[in-house]
């Protein structure tokens, strides 16, 4: 099971870190992947990483140059470091996991964790 956690109400500019804790199994196989989705929109791609050494990551264009996300096998979790945020950013934040890397881009994915809330002011 994934527990996305961390979400919250922030001013534009500000910074906010998201964690998705694993339980039950270790996820260090599987790539990890992070979605929003907008009130009246559909959920989108954030961004990935692989699994193991978690040495490929991508964005999408929206938060490339603003959002991090990287991988802490010891904990069994994964992070989204979002900076400069807009309030375009305003969005349910969900993770996910995948054996497979590219189907987190289509999102498709073996598991799903609950969203967390973000909500940035302007």
């Known amino acids: 099971q994934l527990q996305a956690s961390g979400g919250g109400l922030v001013q534009a500019g500000a910074s906010l870190r998201l964690s998705c804790a694993a339980s039950?199994?270790?996820?260090?196989?599987?790539?990890m992947g992070w979605f929003r989705q907008a009130p009246g929109k559909e959920r989108e791609f954030v961004g990935a990483?692989?699994?193991?050494?978690?040495?490929?990551?991508d964005y999408a264009d929206a938060v490339k140059g603003r959002f991090t996300i990287f991988r802490d096998h010891a904990e069994n979790t994964v992070y989204l470091q979002m900076n400069s945020l807009k309030p375009e950013d305003t969005a349910v934040y969900y993770c996910?996991?995948?054996?497979?890397?590219?189907?987190?881009?289509?999102?498709?994915?073996?598991?799903w964790g609950q969203g967390t809330q973000v909500t940035v002011s302007s």
């Open positions: 039950g199994r270790t996820f260090r196989n599987y790539n």
């Open positions: 990483i692989s699994s193991r050494s978690g040495t490929i990551t």
């Open positions: 996910a996991a995948a054996l497979n890397y590219a189907t987190l881009h289509i999102k498709v994915a073996d598991y």
